[in-house]
């Protein structure tokens, strides 16, 4: 079970997000889209969507950084193991807070505004469960880690930065605390939901999303005839 969890899910979710992702994309392009909800109701969405993605873009960065960015790198910037945790501690409470308050103000939006509940499918239901399971168990793990007792550099990361590498060494997991592996677990089941939900719209960011029209129903040529 051991090998299986930490040494094969990990590339069947990474599978299921990546091969997903592209079929989704080039073949499924009309339903790229992150089912906008602004129409059906906007108030509430001006507050908690800000927190949300700004809670979530903290807390990506603090994950690249500690998972991704060996313990040397950080030495090497001058910034040893106490400075690190502090700083992590601080950061990660911050950022988590804002992420959590985001995600329960939007699940407060999506369940009680009717329209917005019955515009909701069942795979968005599972979607929002393992997102709630991952956000709380990684918000568990940085404060009951609060003293320290556990170093995630030195196990979860080179086991992570190994799977990338297809070095993949599960015995790294076997003494991490059961929130950390829960909240790992909670991940791979996030990545093998996203290519069927509506989180594919991230990926756009970077490219038009930002300026593209909140829902698109068709588009138009140079000569403004509608195709």
Not at 168 to 182: A, T
Not at 194 to 207: D, E, I, M
Request: glycine share 8%.
């Amino acid at each position: 079970m051991n090998l299986f969890l930490w040494g094969a899910l990990p590339y069947i979710a990474f599978t299921f997000l990546i091969a997903g992702t592209l079929i989704r994309f080039f073949y499924f392009e009309s339903n790229w889209t992150t089912k906008s909800s602004e129409f059906l109701e906007k108030k509430q969405l001006r507050i908690a969507n800000p927190l949300f993605h700004f809670g979530l873009a903290c807390v990506l960065g603090g994950h690249i950084v500690g998972v991704l960015m060996p313990k040397t790198w950080t030495a090497a910037l001058g910034i040893n193991d106490h400075m690190y945790h502090e700083g992590a501690l601080y950061m990660g409470a911050v950022a988590g807070v804002l992420f959590i308050v985001g995600f329960l103000l939007l699940m407060k939006r999506r369940f009680t505004v009717k329209a917005l509940e019955a515009n909701t499918s069942t795979l968005d239901k599972w979607l929002y469960l393992f997102l709630a399971l991952a956000i709380f168990s990684g918000m568990t793990g940085t404060l009951l880690n609060y003293a320290g007792f556990f170093d995630y550099r030195v196990s979860i990361g080179p086991w992570f930065r190994g799977l990338l590498m297809f070095q993949p060494d599960p015995s790294l997991m076997e003494g991490v605390p059961l929130e950390f592996k829960f909240h790992m677990f909670s991940w791979m089941a996030v990545a093998i939901i996203f290519p069927f939900s509506r989180l594919v719209h991230c990926l756009s960011v970077p490219l038009n999303y930002l300026t593209r029209p909140f829902i698109v129903y068709r588009k138009r040529d140079g000569a403004g005839r509608d195709k």
